[in-house]
């Protein structure tokens, strides 16, 4: 492991215990999860706004 991986880990978690550790771990994953679900969400909107203003055109 580089200086530079383990200072940038240490920033990140030093101070936690594995509990907390565990708890960041599974925040980052639903963060991540909501993150995707939005981007899907937006694409579908924006798909739906596509769709409606050819409509109007014919």
Same mark, same amino acid.
């Given at each position: 492991m580089?200086?530079a991986?383990?200072?940038?880990?240490?920033?990140k978690y030093?101070?936690?215990?594995?509990?907390?550790?565990?708890?960041m771990?599974?925040?980052e994953?639903? !963060?991540?999860r909501? /993150?995707?679900m939005? $981007?899907?969400?937006q @694409?579908? !909107?924006?798909?739906? /706004?596509?769709a409606? $203003?050819?409509?109007? @055109?014919?």
């Open positions: 580089s200086s991986s383990f200072y940038k880990w240490r920033t030093g101070g936690m215990d594995a509990s907390l550790m565990g708890r771990k599974q925040l994953a639903e !963060n991540a909501l /993150k995707k939005y $981007a899907d969400v @694409l579908q !909107n924006d798909i739906i /706004k596509d409606m $203003a050819v409509r109007s @055109l014919l």
